[in-house]
């Protein structure tokens, strides 16, 4: 059986680690967080490069705005999620019920459609972040915080009555703790001005 990392055809070197990427009908088709020891591989198309310079250039200027074509498949929804995802702003995040309501469906079917993103950063599920979130880091408006990279953000911070408030950042790719909450928090903080 082929090891993981070999599926991808480019392998970039970033600061969060090696990133697979996969190009599919002349449209990126995945971006995947790769284990520290996989083998780099430079980019041989001409569209291969133009990816690899803009993730480059995203991860030395966050205000990058990415325009590759995309060859993402995914559902009728899900395409609709990850179009409004693209409108969020560097350095900004939306709570997953503002943009639920936004959307007009429900804040799990929001996390379910950024949880199967193919191509995080470029489409940026990860300034999607659970509500409250905002409050707690002291934003005025739940939905356009800017998250302290340092800061433990899945600790209590302080009561309410007899109601404790967490400040959660929400999940990514699917898990709510360790190494992916942790680039999303990374991702935010590169992301603040």
């Not at 803009?54 to 966050?62: G, H, I, S, T, V």
């Not at 999620?81 to 350095?91: C, D, E, F, Y």
Request: net charge positive; glycine share 10%.
């Amino acid at each position: 059986m082929a090891h993981r990392d070999e599926r991808y055809p480019v392998v970039l070197a970033s600061p969060i680690g090696p990133l697979g990427v996969v190009i599919r009908d002349d449209g990126l088709e995945d971006v995947s967080f790769l284990s520290p020891r996989a083998r780099l591989k430079p980019p041989r198309t001409p569209l291969e490069r133009r990816i690899c310079r803009q993730l480059q250039a995203y991860f030395a200027n966050p205000r990058v705005l990415f325009d590759v074509p995309l060859a993402t498949g995914g559902t009728p929804f899900q395409q609709r999620v990850w179009r409004m995802l693209r409108r969020i702003p560097p350095g900004t995040t939306w709570s997953y019920g503002e943009l639920a309501r936004r959307l007009r469906t429900s804040p799990r079917a929001v996390g379910n459609a950024c949880r199967a993103n193919p191509v995080p950063i470029v489409i940026p599920c990860h300034r999607v972040v659970a509500s409250g979130y905002g409050d707690v880091q002291g934003s005025t408006s739940v939905g356009r915080s800017q998250p302290p990279a340092s800061r433990d953000i899945s600790t209590s911070l302080h009561s309410t009555g007899s109601r404790k408030l967490r400040a959660t950042i929400g999940g990514f790719m699917g898990a709510r703790a360790g190494k992916a909450v942790r680039l999303k928090q990374w991702l935010l903080g590169h992301e603040r001005v």
